[in-house]
Antibody, heavy 121, light 108 residues
Framework: QVQLVQSGAEVKKPGSSVKVSCKAS????????INWVRQAPGQGLEWMGG????????NYAQKFQGRVTITADESTSTAYMEVSSLRSEDTAVYYC??????????????WGQGTLVTVSS | SSELTQDPAVSVALGQTVRITCQGD??????ATWYQQKPGQAPVLVIY???NRPSRIPDRFSGSRSGDTASLTIAGSQAEDEADYYC???????????FGGGTKVTVL
């Protein structure tokens, strides 16, 4: 059974950075893309970007291009998502999710438990 | 367009059928995926592909598509089905993902 376990909650100052991890177990890590989705308080889901570990190149939603960096470490089966220049609007729960490829409609399953990032001075 | 549009909220009587819709240009080329999210929990996959359910999802959940609109139907709604439901698909470029705004389902 595939499982994604994320790092714990973070409290950050505006202007700083945060790096959230997502460790996978129970499957071949490198063969599936890991995607990141965030959810601001009381809001909907927002796709941020994803990475296919064995290729190592990430793609991002236009909104996050340049401020978000997604990486993956195959040796530890862990994906990372770093947000820089944090602002209060980045306060959200950040989820990682494994992308299961299929045409013409792949899906995200499973999801990590979520990591709350709070940006406050 | 890379947007998916959902009704914000819908209510259904216990045991009755409810249909949630998701509209967007990308759905002409890609199947919608549906996720259920309960308060304080991570989203859970409910429907994927043409109309497939993970084994843990009851068969009262089903999906369909017509043109640019995808639908999630809950037949015989139960109290535990009360949740937010999100649709998602690749965007029209195929390189990125989009989510609908979510539909809050209340079971009366």
């Amino acid at each position: 059974q595939v499982q994604l376990v994320q790092s714990g909650a973070e409290v950050k100052k505006p202007g700083s950075s945060v790096k959230v991890s997502c460790k996978a177990s129970g499957s071949t890590f490198s063969s599936y893309s890991i995607n990141w989705v965030r959810q601001a308080p009381g809001q909907g889901l927002e796709w941020m970007g994803g990475i296919l570990p064995f290729i190592g190149t990430a793609n991002y939603a236009q909104k996050f291009q340049g401020r978000v960096t997604i990486t993956a470490d195959e040796s530890t089966s862990t994906a990372y998502m770093e947000v820089s220049s944090l602002r209060s609007e980045d306060t959200a729960v950040y989820y990682c999710a494994r992308q299961v490829p299929a045409a013409p409609g792949d899906w995200f399953d499973p999801w990590g438990q979520g990591t709350l990032v709070t940006v406050s001075s | 367009s890379s947007e998916l549009t959902q009704d914000p909220a819908v209510s259904v009587a216990l045991g009755q059928t409810v249909r949630i819709t998701c509209q967007g240009d990308s759905l002409r080329g890609y199947y919608a995926t549906w996720y259920q999210q309960k308060p304080g929990q991570a989203p859970v996959l409910v429907i994927y592909g043409k109309n497939n359910r993970p084994s843990r999802i009851p068969d009262r959940f089903s999906g369909s598509r017509s043109g640019d609109t995808a639908s999630l139907t809950i037949a015989g709604s139960q109290a535990e089905d009360e949740a937010d439901y999100y649709c998602s698909s690749r965007d029209s470029s195929g390189n990125r993902w989009v989510f609908g705004g979510g539909t809050k389902v209340t079971v009366l």
